[in-house]
């Protein structure tokens, strides 16, 4: 079993950046690709960015591509999901995932944390 705690979040102003943390308890997750989604308030959980066990495979939504970054530290059992140049509607609760493929689909992971609220006024 892993549990999985985010942290980072919070109210920020348009144009701001945040980091978020996904702490990983339980075991190792060396051998878990990692993820974000998120979910907006009447919306369906979507995909933000995926890390392989690695590090070696790294994809992104096309809506965060080149202002989100995610890297693992794996010696800190930790995920992280940099997050610069925020927009309004980056306004969510973001979830940190674990699972065996490196994909877009919820359907590969497994653990799931509880979420970090991130607003972001215009």
């Known amino acids: 079993q892993v549990q999985l705690v985010e942290s980072g979040g919070g109210l920020v102003q348009a144009g701001s950046s945040l980091r978020l943390s996904c702490a990983a308890s339980?075991?190792?997750?060396?051998?878990?690709?990692m993820a974000w989604f998120r979910q907006a308030p009447g919306k369906e959980r979507e995909f933000v960015a995926t890390i392989s066990q690695n590090g070696g495979t790294i994809f992104y939504a096309d809506s965060v591509k080149g202002r989100y970054s995610i890297s693992r530290d794996n010696a800190k059992n930790t995920v992280y999901l940099q997050l610069n140049n925020l927009k309004s509607e980056d306004t969510a609760v973001y979830y940190c995932?674990?699972?065996?493929?490196?994909?877009?689909?919820?359907?590969?992971?497994?653990?799931w944390g509880q979420g970090t609220q991130v607003t972001v006024s215009s």
């Open positions: 995932a674990a699972g065996t493929l490196a994909t877009k689909s919820t359907w590969h992971y497994t653990y």
């Open positions: 339980g075991r190792t997750i060396s051998r878990d690709a």
